[in-house]
T-cell receptor
């Protein structure tokens, strides 16, 4: 099927690290993306990783990719209250279509 | 200087009515999309257009008809609205078609919350 799975909810305290996990389906997806959706807004690209990489770091964000298990994760270091949002992973499935994960709602408490 | 804009932001209407949502992008992109996000936040693609040509048409009822008068606009017309059409509809655009050969960011509009009573 085309379901890209994520855990629904994650709650952390400010200053902790957050790890959001994603299991994707299409092993031929050459790019994998992480998008952020703040309340009442559209999605915004956070970062992406090329499939020949295992890891990508971008300031507080670290993306890990395990192609064998089709597992993608997003780590946010020093999580802030402004990071509270819904996070979506996405893969390019088949031909010209971006398929989004089920979304993880991150709640950061002071 | 909004990149992708949609109107209206909110739309409340009765079952059976016909309504349209407009989308415009000023990024000079070739490809535009419509997505539906349901109450559980699941986001699914409905349509994509490239240079005014329909590329993707997911299993969407015929009551939904996209129209692209030019590359910068992709409007969504919905006939005979049903309760199940209630959702947030997002327009998006990208420089080119999504593909495996290159990185390609999609830029999203702020969404239109449609409520069918």
């Amino acid at each position: 099927g085309e379901d890209v799975e994520q855990s629904l909810f994650l709650s952390v305290r400010e200053g902790d690290s957050s790890v959001i996990n994603c299991t994707y389906t299409d092993s031929s997806s050459t790019y994998l993306y992480w998008y952020k959706q703040e309340p009442g807004a559209g999605l915004q690209l956070l970062t992406y990783i090329f499939s020949n990489m295992d890891m990508k770091q971008d300031q507080r964000l670290t993306v890990l990719l395990n192609k064998k298990d089709k597992h993608l994760s997003l780590r946010i270091a020093d999580t802030q209250t402004g990071d509270s949002a819904i996070y979506f992973c996405a893969e390019i499935a088949g031909f010209q279509k971006l398929v989004f994960g089920t979304g993880t709602r991150l709640l950061v408490s002071p | 200087d909004t990149a992708v804009s949609q109107t209206p932001k909110y739309l409340v209407t009765q079952m059976g009515n016909d309504k349209s949502i407009k989308c415009e992008q000023n990024l000079g992109h070739d490809t535009m999309y419509w997505y539906k996000q349901d109450s559980k936040k699941f986001l699914k693609i409905m349509f994509s257009y490239n240079n005014k040509e329909l590329i993707i048409n997911e299993t969407v009822p015929n009551r939904f008809s996209p129209k692209s008068p030019d590359k910068a606009h992709l409007n969504l017309h919905i006939n005979s609205l049903e309760l199940g059409d209630s959702a947030v509809y997002f327009c998006a655009s990208s420089h080119q078609l999504m593909g495996q050969a290159s990185y390609n960011e999609q830029f999203f509009g702020p969404g239109t919350r449609l409520t069918v009573l």
